[in-house]
């Protein structure tokens, strides 16, 4: 996703809302993670945490 508005935005559209939201870091990767009103979680990957290409 490009940015957190990208990610409410698509939730939105497929009639979701949004409850809860939290960055969570592994040792590979970071995710930002959205929790919905029915308690499902959607895991999304933010690309402004990606390093730059060949700093990897």
């Known amino acids: ?3 957190v508005q990208d990610e ?3 939730l939105e559209s497929a ?3 949004v409850r809860a ?3 969570s870091r592994t ?4 995710f930002d993670v959205v929790t919905l ?3 499902a979680r959607k ?4 690309l402004w945490e990606r390093p730059p290409p060949g700093r990897e």
Do not use: N
């Open 1 to 3: 996703m490009l940015g």
């Open 8 to 10: 409410y935005d698509l």
């Open 15 to 17: 009639g979701r809302t």
């Open 21 to 23: 939201q939290r960055l």
């Open 27 to 30: 040792s590979d990767a970071v």
């Open 37 to 39: 009103d029915d308690g």
């Open 43 to 46: 895991w999304f990957e933010p």
